[in-house]
């Protein structure tokens, strides 16, 4: 099989991989350095190993989605839960309040057939089964976008309520009963998993904000027509919170 290089980060630690794929689309590791690693360290969370992916060559592995998210400072905003039939027929929330979508396509380089979702401020996107959309174990190339600005400033209540606000220009005052958050510390999260119910090894993109990550071949991460059941939330710097009396 042809090889590639993947730097992979696992504790702290980069590797310069050579890798392959085996005929079912797993990674093969061709270095003796990180084989010994992976079998004495990484192994144990196999079933269930984060896959961070940071770019085109490069990725992190973490034990679970928790430890990654500790590790990158992050923690998950409360939202409101938005299922995946709800949003195949729309959303309540104004269509100015995405934060965030993602595409993915049945061929690489972003061919075939496409299976779009979207995250908002106060409420998140799953689908815990993607074969009742027919797209189980479909996805070999993805794109995730954040809409989310810079330098600005974001109110949020949980009454379908978000509103843009930077430094008075919409209102004077902000709504009462919200959460204040500056918007370059919030970031898109799209997580994926192997097996339906959020079970199984995961991929996780988080792209810079009014950016984009993508992959135009998943099977250079190893994750090419794996993906089974998705989340997509917005994620804010820990700690980060000013509650509005």
């Known amino acids: 099989n042809d090889r590639f290089n993947l730097n992979i980060t696992w504790n702290g630690q980069q590797y310069t991989v050579?890798?392959?794929?085996?005929?079912?689309?797993n990674l093969?590791?061709?270095?003796?350095?990180?084989?010994?690693?992976?079998n004495n360290e990484i192994a144990q969370y196999e079933d269930s190993l984060v896959t961070y992916a940071t770019g085109d060559s490069s990725i992190s592995y973490y034990p679970s989605v928790n430890a990654m998210m500790k590790d990158l400072g992050l923690r998950f905003l409360d939202q409101r839960v938005v299922k995946s039939e709800e949003d195949k027929a729309g959303t309540r929330v104004a269509s100015n309040t995405i934060?965030?979508?993602?595409?993915?396509?049945?061929?690489?380089d972003f061919n075939g057939s496409q299976l779009n979702h979207r995250t908002f401020y106060t409420s998140f996107y799953w689908c815990a089964r993607l074969s009742h959309l027919q797209?189980?174990?479909m996805a070999r190339s993805v794109r995730v976008v954040s809409n989310i600005p810079h330098d600005d400033y974001v109110y949020v209540n949980y009454s379908d309520v978000v509103t843009k606000?930077?430094?008075?220009?919409?209102?004077?005052?902000p709504p009462t009963g919200s959460t204040k958050?500056?918007?370059n510390d919030l970031r898109v999260v799209?997580?994926?998993?192997?097996?339906?119910?959020?079970?199984?090894k995961v991929l996780c993109m988080i792209p810079e904000n009014t950016n984009y990550k993508e992959y135009a071949k998943l099977s250079t991460i190893g994750w090419d027509k794996m993906i089974s059941s998705v989340v997509m939330r917005i994620a804010v710097k820990d700690l980060y919170q000013d509650r509005i009396k």
Not at 28 to 38: A, H, N
Not at 190 to 200: C, L, P, S, V
């Open 18 to 25: 050579p890798c392959s794929l085996d005929k079912n689309g």
């Open 28 to 38: 093969q590791y061709w270095s003796e350095e990180f084989k010994s690693v992976y």
């Open 99 to 108: 934060a965030g979508n993602v595409y993915m396509w049945s061929g690489t």
């Open 135 to 137: 797209y189980n174990d």
């Open 165 to 173: 606000y930077n430094e008075g220009s919409y209102f004077e005052d």
């Open 181 to 183: 958050y500056a918007t």
């Open 190 to 200: 799209f997580i994926a998993y192997e097996d339906t119910r959020y079970r199984g």
